[in-house]
């Protein structure tokens, strides 16, 4: 799915709270989506293109995420992506459960590992 020191299942678990979060700074295009989860995810946090699309995709599908049309004066047209209203809030549930669920896991491997 992406190409990280991470398991596939692991990404899969939060790639919906990565991008959204990523939206909440600001709309942008498919390209600058993945440019910034590797910035932000200090280069950890790498999609391919033919990951993130169909993830777009299936955001606006949920109507988390919406798009439009961007055609600037000189260059390609491309499609600009914005979370909505909607995804707002998913992505402040999901983050308040993954803050949880960290906090779980990381108090058993703790717990268990004898720290």
């Known amino acids: 799915m992406a190409t990280t020191l991470f398991s596939f299942d692991l990404i899969r678990s939060c790639a919906d709270m990565v991008v959204l979060t990523v939206l909440r700074k600001r709309s942008m ?3 600058d989506i993945l440019v ?11 999609f391919k293109q033919g ?12 109507a988390w995420i919406e798009s439009k049309w961007h055609v600037p004066e000189t260059g390609k047209k491309r499609k600009i992506y914005s979370i909505t209203a909607a995804g707002k809030k998913v992505v402040a549930e999901r983050t308040q459960q993954w803050e949880r669920f960290f906090n779980s896991v990381n108090s058993i491997l703790k717990e268990c590992n004898g720290e």
């Open 36 to 46: 910034s989860m590797g910035e932000f995810g200090d280069g950890q946090f790498l």
């Open 51 to 62: 990951t993130l699309y169909p993830l777009l995709y299936r955001l606006k599908r949920e």
């Open 29 to 31: 295009h498919g390209y």
